[in-house]
């Protein structure tokens, strides 16, 4: 836990396991934990990885940057998982089941289909999904007989599912994205303000998610916002313009995939995948992490995606273990907060956060426009579950047939056979 503002230990006491942690990205992690060490005291810093060659060049660079900004935590890693998570307060979890070459062929196969291939909607979001939750639900089970108390926060994507399992089967877990404080921090780069001043009413699920109002000083400037700038930010979103004006919100970027399906299977056809194109920028990253004389996150980790994300981390982390108490944009259960959804529905909404997890906020009732696609997609992320779960081909076959962005039995049996050919290694049941 985090020390008490009496009788404060000289040495922060917080230990932090970050699964995952060889992963080019981990940098922007290890940055926004030692420049927000303040919010965040830790004390041990512990990353996990089976990839040893890529962890250490990832862990070398970690010590240098909590080094050179004067970051008084150890960072360690390790292989061993158990060795690893032993005795953490937090488990941080961003791992890649099978890496970009398995993200590749989730964005490549659908396409025959004439469907989107995207690593986390769509066909491509399900064998991600498959392949992910065994191992999640695994780990969990592991950091739950170590130390029952530590927080397992969730952005191994698809985020939904995944922390759906996880409370399902009782672990105390929080998802998060990076969706929400991309927002808040392009619109108060707009509205010339600071971060902390901008409130989003942000609803939906993970990656299916509408900003409804942005508040300043409790007034909502979202009209403002999208009369002044309305350009740039359908621009950012590659949404027309003219569907921001009519919906009066500012859907997320996945939302492209529903609004503009067919459009973007075209787009997505005639060029390399977006898993080549990061393969190509994590060689490059490797070998300057390599460089020992370099001690901060190189320029190129921003294209690698995932911006804000460090921040996000550290605020809900700290959230937890602090019992601060404070509002955040988090992947917690439903609750009766969209009262169309089970309960036990993941959503993505703000919530009050402390040391007994989330509490989503009350929301005002949605539009059918909304609440229509948010129930659709919620019936696919059970089903998806069920499959990831309990195997079987009829159990993927229904999954796929319940996704909006499919539905048609004829796609829907042959996206099952392709999914479980490019999948069966990490299937056990196949």
Wanted: with cysteine.
């Amino acid at each position: 836990m985090l020390p008490s503002p009496a009788g404060r230990s000289p040495r922060p006491r917080v230990k932090l396991a970050v699964i995952g942690g060889g992963s080019t990205y981990t940098p922007e992690l290890i940055d926004g934990f030692a420049r927000l060490r303040d919010v965040l005291p830790l004390a041990e810093l512990v990353l996990i990885d089976p990839a040893l060659d890529r962890l250490e060049l990832v862990g070398g660079l970690a010590r240098r940057i909590f080094a050179k900004q004067g970051h008084p935590g150890t960072v360690s890693w390790t292989a061993d998982l158990d060795a690893g998570i032993d005795g953490a307060d937090a488990v941080l979890l961003q791992l890649r089941i099978g890496g970009q070459a398995a993200r590749d062929q989730d964005e490549t196969w659908p396409l025959g289909c004439g469907c989107v291939g995207q690593e986390t909607t769509g066909a491509g979001g399900l064998a991600k999904a498959l392949r992910t939750v065994p191992v999640v639900l695994d780990i969990a089970e592991r950091v739950r007989r170590r130390n029952p108390d530590a927080w397992i926060v969730d952005f191994t994507n698809p985020v939904g599912i995944v922390t759906r399992a996880l409370l399902t089967h009782g672990h105390k877990a929080v998802g998060l994205c990076n969706v929400a404080i991309g927002f808040q921090r392009k619109f108060a780069k707009l509205l010339g303000v600071s971060p902390e001043q901008v409130e989003l009413e942000h609803i939906g699920l993970n990656h299916l998610t509408w900003e409804r109002s942005v508040r300043v000083a409790d007034e909502d400037v979202l009209p403002k916002l999208l009369a002044e700038h309305g350009d740039a930010i359908a621009g950012d979103l590659r949404l027309p313009r003219s569907l921001l004006d009519r919906l009066g919100t500012v859907p997320s970027y996945y939302l492209r995939y529903y609004y503009q399906h067919d459009a973007v299977v075209e787009e997505l056809r005639s060029k390399p995948s977006r898993a080549a194109e990061v393969a190509a920028i994590e060689r490059q990253l490797l070998g300057l992490y390599a460089d020992p004389a370099l001690d901060e996150k190189p320029e190129l980790l921003s294209r690698r995606g995932g911006a804000f994300y460090s921040e996000a981390a550290v605020a809900l982390t700290s959230s937890l273990l602090g019992d601060t108490g404070d509002v955040q944009i988090v992947n917690a259960s439903n609750n009766g907060t969209l009262p169309f959804l089970p309960d036990d529905a993941v959503i993505e909404v703000p919530a009050t956060v402390g040391s007994a997890g989330p509490a989503p906020l009350p929301v005002r009732p949605l539009e059918p426009l909304y609440t229509g696609l948010i129930a659709h997609v919620t019936g696919y992320e059970q089903l998806a579950l069920e499959a990831a779960l309990k195997g079987g081909r009829d159990r993927v076959f229904s999954a796929l047939l319940a996704h909006p962005l499919i539905g048609q039995t004829d796609y829907a049996d042959r996206l099952t056979d392709e999914l479980i050919a490019h999948n069966r290694e990490h299937l056990t049941w196949a």
